[in-house]
């Protein structure tokens, strides 16, 4: 057949889930995503969107491709959300309801997330149950593991969900549900799960654990039969006539840029760079050319020059081509290197062209281009004009960015040739490459990387090693591309290194590779330069002729950086271990059972409001922000003035209906305005809802509104606090909300011997990084009714805002909520705003209007944690007790109030963990022009409790005292808690914080191991240690709040809660309650019999009314005991029943004859109550305390958390499972706010932290490596819940104890500097206020920026004396 012939095809041809799917080429918008089609037009909403940029995995499924003349078929992962719908053509995607359901059984993947206990809110889950998948596909493929295991490792399972993000669990139980199926995994060592109980017998484990059979597994078929045939006999495309082509020669790509000449072109390869540069969404190409069929584009080639690899080659393939060529040693540091690229889904499809055409054309912070310009990579291009060059890289990345219709065809990584050829001496070359990255396993883009080539050889006249020959190339510090340092290679060459070499050549880097000014972080990205050139130089510098016999003379073997400097971090899995008691006595309340829907949430069929089907008709809607912090709103129009594709209006204040009232936000302390009016007062304001046809195209559009502002007249916005406070810009707070001094702070202060006085600490502020995004769909209903499905924490709130904004009466709305993809307190008030846009448009238009905020719009908008300053006055005695604190705390609110004024009270209560004599405490809540801050999971606690640390800090720093013997002294007695607590203190037996304190030394081995850190600090230069114990002490309240039991006339029973499901666990306690209670009737069928017949069902605001917010940490109880109530009622109603049928059968009673009985005798099988807390119940206190211990790079100010232990007091925990979820996951927030999470805005006041490249939640790669949490089984507690207590927040507060062991090893970093520094012994135990978040540039600047410079002086003066 000819050529012409073959391409008459005129359609896509793909599978998803084993379903064939053919669309016609001229029926489809090029730009459309996967995601897009997956969740748009097909039934599979397993597939998540969360933040469309590749950064957080929510999205991930699996391709399969076939090839049909080796018969095979590869499986790897992909991020949806940035491939292109076209790019599929021929391929296979499974997604997680693809590997198995509800309906033909779920997949033993599903099975183990649910059984390890390793979903929450579940919105992440169906992506790592795909990631998990192809790990264990992958693994078994080439051989058959053994029964019942996968060849997968456990160390290989710890990597599957490297780059999948999980704000909910902390990652451990994903972890362990992986390594469950990895032949070499120690059963012990997997944590709580509900397969099996510590110490049994493996065999019998293995016979419980969910069949994994990898035959089996693979009877998922990834690739059906009939897309075999149809590849088989495929045909190309016509790729004149569409706007999608796929040449499949270079001289078919020459034809199709010729031809369209003055056609805007898009060559396609993955398209990953996307996620990058968004604005690539809004451009409106004429033409997309996927460049992927070329086979020059992909092939490998291999001589005795080097290594040749297509521009289309992808980064996984490369890494594995490199890995193959075993001897040299430097491709597979290359490999490893690229191996922190990104993340395992973007390797799988992303290019090696596309990367180097990034960095070449809009000068992306690489790592690849640096990596291959110190190999001395070589390069071809094929020019528009057909011609083919080829140009080292460097020289590459240095010519202006490459024409549209310019092509990169190869990269060539060249074999070694010596330079010094000279057969008397043995030439060497050293390779390495360096990158530092808030996470080790990538999905972080480096402050710095670098990569080094050395020639050297041994010089026996100068006794040492002398460089024959050096490329040292540096990227990603904010210049064009990757850049040589060659002064500094220059003056190396012929020298040999030595200490004084060394030093002037970090001189010379120092000139030479300076970071962009608009970079962040300037001066540590410099301080890492000459970090990178001391790791990879200085071991040379203590190496003479003697000492490197052993390898310069020998058999060539290269070294690098694990012999350069003191070995690389611990490189130690993840290990856990917990201890929990299941109460039997309300069983199964008290038992650790499986998560309501936690499979379900695994295979992906748990339905989020953006997975409910649009309505006809429907609309979608996007937010218009401002950017401006305090100007008037002139304008709001489109850039070139033309309405955007698919846009049917832009609604603002002036949409709202008569009788309405411009509010999106009602019910705490005051209303806040929908959208902005004539002014705005904070960039990051709402101003409008653009409502187009479809989410893509109404995020598109709100990108082109123009606002047009005007400043004049207007008075400058406040930013600061202390410019707030001088000009009166505070919000009232209610007296009962201001917090209290306890005792009289001037005798407090006359009693003691010591005085720190006006010390300051600060704080910023942190996002919720829910992974499910603000979300709403609004359905108008008859009579001017109006149905809202919103993803909130507060649907009563919701709907009272959005009757109040309509104009109508609150029965006219009515506002359903199932699940929500994670809260953390950003659901609370920023839900309100999100469902009232839409029920608004959607009164408008009268048509359904839903929305699904994009990451970017959701982080500049919703605001995040109070920003504050504290000022303190602290006095003691010698001992370190503590006489009299004196605390004033500055707040910001942003703009409004929202729940701020709340805030003093989580402060002070967490504060109060320590007995501070007397407490002089005051709070003031400042109105800045900055967003509305709101309450983020643990709301104003945990400063409360790190600003005690603090102070502890601070006294045992000035007195020389170990700083947790003063912690010790500090610890309230039961009178001092009373004191300073009052009624929330409980009874004495309750106060049980003494009793953890020491457990836990005894459970974590803390005093043995401060030895062992003080031996570890003692014996290592560049990597110290610090260990840490803290407490915590957390004040909850409980709320009213309905609930309803009703049983069906089968026996099954249906539970109504106002209370939200947000991951807590809050469906599954209800259950178990709602069991137990019901069991109290004691018929023939058991409690857990009666788990099965139970459904928790959606909140449904005017089915239930008076509901309250979850929030607090005690929705969960308080929803248990409103159902208890129900229950309680009912039983009373059955037990006449019961009785009489005893009577009359003689026999036991089931319960479905029971209520088949209670059916016939019109008994009302329905029961609501109200729970409604008194005094004595209304507040408690939560008590727990960590150990942390952390090793501190200070040579990069990496951060490794080596080993956390827990003990945590949750009374008689309802379900251990459950609230070993909330622990650990609290923890794993709380230390993203201590160590990673920067949320930052510019000079505007706007928001610039926003998306995942630039905000960093902890990663698998950033917890703890050893996590042990034991949960305290702490006896009766007469006023709570079945003697339940809270867990969804108060364990967030023990992530201080990182934050101060990182400060216990910046201390002794601190300490060497100055032993080094001989002249300045003093003040070697000065005090230092390490900020929150310790991010890695923060510990590297208070470990010392230059402390490489310091040591080589050091070393020199030392030489001289
Ligand atoms: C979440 C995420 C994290 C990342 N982290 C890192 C990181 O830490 N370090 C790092 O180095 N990189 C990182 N990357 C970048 C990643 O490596 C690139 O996105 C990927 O390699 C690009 O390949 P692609 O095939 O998708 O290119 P595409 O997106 O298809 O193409 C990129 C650009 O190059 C053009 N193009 C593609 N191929 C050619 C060619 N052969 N000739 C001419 N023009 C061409 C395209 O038109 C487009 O303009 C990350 C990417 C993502 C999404
Ligand atoms: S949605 Fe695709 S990676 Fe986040
Ligand atoms: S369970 Fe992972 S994000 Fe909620």
């Not at 990953?272 to 690539?280: A, Q, R, V």
């Not at 459904?1095 to 308080?1118: C, K, N, W």
């Not at 003689?1146 to 409604?1172: E, H, R």
């Not at 070697?1324 to 991010?1335: G, K, M, Q, S």
Request: with cysteine.
């Amino acid at each position: 057949m000819g050529e012409e012939a073959m391409k008459s095809k005129t359609s896509l041809v793909f599978a998803v889930n084993g379903e064939r799917f053919e669309l016609q080429l001229s029926s489809i918008d090029p730009s459309t995503t996967l995601v897009d089609f997956l969740r748009n037009k097909t039934p599979f909403k397993s597939v998540k969107l969360g933040c469309g940029e590749g950064g957080c995995g929510a999205c991930v499924v699996l391709l399969s491709k076939y090839d049909p003349l080796l018969e095979k078929v590869d499986d790897f992962t992909i991020s949806s959300c940035l491939t292109l719908l076209c790019s599929i053509d021929g391929c296979s995607i499974t997604t997680s309801e693809g590997l198995g359901n509800s309906r033909v059984g779920f997949h033993a993947v599903h099975e183990r997330i649910a059984g390890f206990h390793a979903t929450q809110c579940g919105f992440c889950t169906p992506g790592m149950s795909v990631s998990m998948f192809s790990a264990l596909l992958n693994a078994d493929k080439t051989h058959p593991p053994c029964s019942g295991f996968s060849n997968l490792t456990a160390a290989e399972a710890e990597k599957a969900v490297a780059g999948n993000l999980c704000r909910c669990t902390g990652y451990r139980p994903l972890v362990d549900a992986c390594k469950s199926f990895a032949a070499d995994v120690d059963i012990e060592d997997l944590g709580f799960n509900s397969f099996c109980k510590k110490g049994e017998n493996r065999d019998v484990v293995l016979g419980r654990l969910p069949c994994y059979d990898h035959t089996s597994s693979q009877m998922v078929c990834t690739f059906p039969e009939f897309l075999k045939n149809e590849i088989k006999n495929d045909r190309n495309l016509d790729s004149r006539k569409y706007r999608w082509s796929t040449p499949v020669s270079v001289s078919e790509l020459q034809r199709l840029l010729e031809v369209e000449n003055g056609v805007s072109v898009k060559l396609v390869a993955a398209n990953t760079s996307s996620g990058y540069y968004k604005e690539e969404k809004e451009r409106k190409y004429e033409r997309f050319i996927d460049i992927r069929r070329i086979p020059e584009l992909t092939m490998v080639r291999r001589d005795e020059n080097g290594l040749e690899l297509g521009a289309c080659v992808t980064i996984s393939k490369a890494i594995e081509v490199l890995r193959e060529q075993k001897n040299v040693s430097m491709l597979a540091k290359i490999a490893a290197h690229m191996e922190k690229i990104a993340s395992k889904f973007v390797r799988n499809t992303g290019t090696i062209g596309g990367n180097i055409m990034m960095a070449q054309r809009k000068q992306f912070p690489s790592d690849l281009t640096t990596i291959l310009v110190a190999a001395r990579a070589t390069v071809k291009i094929m020019t528009s004009s057909s011609v083919q060059e080829r140009f080292t890289l460097e020289e590459f990345l240095q010519q202006p960015p490459l024409g549209d219709k310019s092509v990169l065809l190869s990269v060539e990584i060249p074999s070694w040739r010596p330079v010094k050829n000279d057969s008397s001496t043995h030439n060497i070359l050293l390779f390495e490459t360096y990158r530092a990255a808030p996470r080790p396993l990538g999905n972080a883009l480096a402050f710095l990387n670098a990569a080094f080539s050395a020639e050297v050889s041994l010089s026996e006249a100068l006794d040492g090693i002398v460089v024959n020959d050096c490329l040292l190339a540096f990227g990603a510090y904010g210049t064009k591309h990757a850049h040589r340092a060659s002064k500094v290679e220059e003056f190396l060459t012929g020298k040999v290194i030595s200490d004084e070499v060394l030093m002037e050549a970090i001189g010379l880097l120092k000139d030479e590779i300076v970071p962009d000014k608009a970079t962040s972080n300037p001066a540590y990205r410099s301080s890492l330069a000459v970090t990178f050139l001391f790791e990879f130089f200085g071991y040379l510098t203590q190496t003479n002729a003697k000492a490197t016999n052993g390898w310069l003379n020998g058999g060539g073997k290269e070294i690098g950086f694990e012999q350069n400097v003191e070995s690389l971090k611990p490189e130690a899995m993840l290990s856990s271990a917990q201890q929990i008691v299941e109460n039997q006595e309300h069983t199964p309340v008290g038992k650790g059972i499986i998560k309501a829907g936690a499979r379900l949430q695994a295979s992906g069929e748990a339905v989020y409001v953006d997975d409910i089907p649009s309505p006809d008709n429907c609309l979608y809607g996007a937010f218009i922000y401002s950017t401006m912090p305090l100007a008037r709103i002139k304008s709001i129009r489109f850039k070139q003035n033309t309405v955007p594709e698919g846009v049917l209006g832009i609604i603002t204040y002036k949409d709202i209906p008569k009788g309405g009232q411009n509010i999106g936000t009602k019910g705490f302390f005051t209303s806040d305005l929908l959208f902005a009016e004539e002014i705005t007062h904070c960039a990051g304001q709402i101003i409008a809802f653009l409502v187009a046809d479809s989410q893509k195209h109404a995020d598109i559009a709100a990108n082109l509104v123009v606002i047009d502002y005007d400043t004049k007249d207007l008075e400058q916005p406040i930013f600061s606090l202390e410019e707030a406070v001088e000009k009166s810009s505070l919000f009232e707070v209610p007296p009962p909300l201001r917090g209290y001094s306890v005792g009289d702070i001037t005798r407090g202060m006359a009693a003691a011997e010591h005085k720190i006085l006006e010390s300051k600490i600060s704080f910023g502020s942190q996002y919720f990084f829910y992974m499910e995004t603000q979300t709403a769909l609004a359905v108008p209903d008859e009579d001017n009714c109006m149905v809202v499905y919103s993803s909130t924490q507060t649907p009563d709130f919701v709907h009272q805002t959005i009757a109040g904004c309509l104009g109508v009466p609150e029965n006219n709305v009515r506002v359903i909520t199932r699940r929500v993809g994670g809260g953390f307190g950003g659901k609370a008030v920023k839900s309100m705003p999100v469902a009232a846009a839409c029920a608004l448009a959607a009164s408008k238009m009268q048509r359904p209007v839903r929305t699904y905020v994009n990451r970017k719009t959701d982080m500049i908008t919703t605001g995040g944690r109070h920003p504050m300053k504290v000022t303190y006055s602290v006095g003691f005695k010698s001992n370190g007790k503590i006489t009299a604190l004196d605390l004033e705390l500055l707040l910001d609110a942003g703009l409004t109030e929202d729940v701020s004024p709340l805030m003093a009270k989580g402060i002070q209560g967490a504060l109060m963990k320590y007995d501070w004599g007397v407490l002089s405490f005051d709070v003031k809540v400042c109105k800045t022009n900055t967003v509305s801050r709101t309450a983020v999971r643990a709301p104003g606690d945990v400063q409360g409790s790190y600003i005690g640390e603090a102070i502890i800090e601070h006294v045992a720093s000035y007195l020389s005292i170990d700083v947790d013997e003063i912690r010790k002294v500090n610890l309230h007695t039961y009178e001092s808690l009373k004191f300073f607590h009052n009624v929330k203190a409980g009874e004495s037996p309750e106060y049980t914080l003494p009793l953890i304190w020491d457990k836990l030394a005894e459970f974590s081995g803390f005093n043995e191991r401060r030895k062992v850190v003080e031996e570890f600090n003692a014996s290592n230069k560049w990597r110290k240690r610090g260990i840490s114990r803290v407490p915590a002490v957390y004040v909850v309240s409980m709320r009213s709040t309905p609930g309803r039991v009703s049983v069906l006339g089968d026996g099954s029973i249906v539970v109504e809660v106002q209370g939200i499901e947000i991951g807590q666990g809050l469906w599954t306690k209800v259950k178990q309650m709602a069991a137990f209670s019901l069991g109290l009737i004691q018929c023939d069928t058991t409690s857990d019999e009666l788990l099965k017949k139970i459904r928790v069902i959606q909140s449904d605001t005017l089915s239930m009314v008076q509901g309250s917010i979850t929030g607090g940490s005690t929705t969960s109880e308080a929803s248990s005991e409103a159902v208890r109530i129900c229950c309680d009622g009912l039983v009373e109603r059955l037990l006449p029943v019961k009785t009489a049928l005893v009577e009359l059968t003689g026999g036991p009673v089931t319960w479905d004859n029971l209520i088949s009985q209670a059916y016939q005798q019109s008994i009302n099988m329905s029961v609501s109550s109200k729970y409604m807390p008194d005094f004595s119940t209304g507040q408690y206190l939560n008590y727990g305390v960590a150990a942390s211990e952390v090793e501190v790079n200070i040579l990069t100010g990496e951060t490794t958390v080596l080993r956390t232990d827990i003990i945590y007091d949750c009374g008689k925990s309802l379900n251990p499972a459950v609230d070993l979820g909330q622990i650990e996951g609290a923890f794993v927030q709380g230390l993203g706010f201590f160590m990673l999470e920067e949320y930052l805005m510019n000079s505007d006041g706007l928001v610039v932290t926003d998306s995942t490249w630039n905000y960093k939640i902890p990663t698998v790669d950033t917890i703890p490596r050893q996590f042990n949490v034991e949960i305290l089984n702490s006896g009766q507690h007469k006023n709570r819940v079945l003697s339940s207590k809270a867990s969804g927040e108060p364990p967030l507060l023990l992530a201080a104890s990182v934050h101060c062991a990182i400060r216990a090893a910046v201390k002794e970093a601190r300490k060497q500097i100055l032993t080094w520094n001989s002249s300045n012994q003093q003040g070697i135990d000065v005090y230092f206020e390490l900020p929150v978040p310790a991010t890695m540039p923060v510990v590297k600047e208070f470990c010392g920026l230059d402390v490489v410079e310091k040591y080589l002086e050091w070393k020199i003066q030392q030489k001289n004396i």
